[in-house]
Structure formats: C-alpha cells, structure tokens
C-alpha cells in the first residue's frame, strides 16, 4: 500500500542553523500538506501546496518558513533561522484533492538546541 | 472556519470495556467531510474514518463504530471491547474550506490490562 515518507525521522540542529525536511508523498497525490505538532500539543496546520504554488498558510508559517517541490516525487519545508520553539514533530500530508482522506508520514521530530 | 470541541481530554478504561469517545464540531458549509484520527504513543498520524455529511447511517468497522448526527452536530466514535492496543490520542477533524485539516486537542484514551 502506497504511503508518505519523510527523512530524517530525527533531527538535531543548533539555533539559528538551516534545516530542510524532506516528504515523498503519494505518488498520484495532487496537494500537499505541512503540518506541526509541539510536544504535548496539538496538531497545527502551516501550508498547503497544490499546482505548485502555495495554497493556504497559517500564522506560524511566517518569512522564516518555505516549501518546495524540487522534482516530481519531493517535496521539502525548510526552516532559514531554527530557534528553540521550533522544536517539533512535523508531519507531511498528502491526498488526490480537496475533503478527500489526507494521509500522513511517520514524522519528522526535530529538536532545536 | 471550521471548529471542533472533543470535551473528554483523558479517559481510562479496563480492557474490554467500552468507550465512547465525543466529538462536536462547528461549520457553515452544508456539505462536508468529517475525519477521525488516531495517534498511537508512536506519534504516527493514522487515517481512521471520513464521513460525508449527507450521510448519517452509522458505520461499524469491526470493533469500532461511528454515530453521526447531524441535527446536533456531532460524530462520535465507540470502541466496543477495548485492548490495550487502543491507547492512543485520537482526533476528530473537520477540513476547513481551505483544506488544511483542523485537529483539535484529541482525546486521549488509555486502556488499562
């Protein structure tokens, strides 16, 4: 059964540092999603990405976060400056189109030193 | 925007019971999708169920079973004969027009052996 990946499962960076989290989603999926999980707290939503531009973002997407789809299978969120309160789980979404199922990878858990 | 309330923040429940677990969302659309997630203490996002909003015939899918009632705004979620397997926090979650998923606090489910 087809699924979405993520690499690395794990990442450890120092503040202020560059980090890119990488998602293959599924391989006929058309939208594509990121979303954040701070320990302890709930699932937020950041981006939404379809037709190769960004659809919809939330507050905390702000100038310090941006995606792209590099080829036909990546598709990456990269944080410019990391600081602490970025530490998270990031999860990468994907689905065929809009109010179908959105399926999810394992996670990203990134930890910001 | 879509909103969803889940008032029941923990539960424990001994192996084999039943547990229901609430969810009360607020929309404006007249036609939407309803979700129901699971997040195992492994922190994986696992697809569980979407309902229409056009239709309100419970589904059963083995152990689990789902009562949607539109004329209260609600879509609840029973586990019939609970294992501990079940442990997780689980998430309703309605798409917002825009798409992106809106996951409220969940509950958390413990199963006690």
């Known amino acids: 059964e087809p699924e979405v990946t993520q690499t690395p499962s794990h990442q450890v960076t120092q503040m202020g540092q560059e980090v890119i989290l990488r998602c293959v989603p599924i391989?006929?999926?058309?939208?594509f999603y990121w979303y954040r999980q701070i320990l302890g707290q709930k699932v937020e939503f950041l981006v939404s990405?379809?037709?190769?531009?960004?659809?919809?973002k939330s507050e905390i997407f702000d100038d310090q976060f941006s995606v792209e789809r590099p080829d036909g299978s990546n598709f990456t969120l990269k944080i410019r400056s990391t600081k602490l309160e970025d530490s998270a789980m990031y999860f990468c979404a994907s689905t065929t189109s809009r109010q179908e199922t959105q399926y999810f990878g394992p996670g990203t858990r990134l930890l910001v030193l | 925007a879509q909103k969803v309330t889940q008032a029941q923040t923990e539960i424990s429940v001994v192996e084999k019971e039943d547990v229901t677990l609430d969810c009360v969302y607020e929309?404006?659309?007249?036609?939407?999708?309803l979700f129901w997630y699971k997040q195992p203490p492994s922190g994986e996002l696992v697809f569980l169920i979407r309902r229409n909003s056009f239709d309100e015939q419970n589904e059963i899918s083995g152990r689990y079973s789902w009562n949607f009632q539109k004329s209260t705004s609600s879509f609840n979620f029973t586990i019939t004969a609970s294992q501990v397997v079940d442990s997780a926090v689980y998430f309703c979650a309605p798409p917002n027009t825009g798409n992106q998923f809106y996951f409220g606090t969940g509950t958390s489910l413990t199963v006690i052996p």
């Open positions: 391989s006929n999926h058309l939208y």
């Open positions: 929309t404006r659309d007249t036609t939407y999708y």
């Open positions: 990405f379809y037709n190769n531009e960004i659809s919809e």
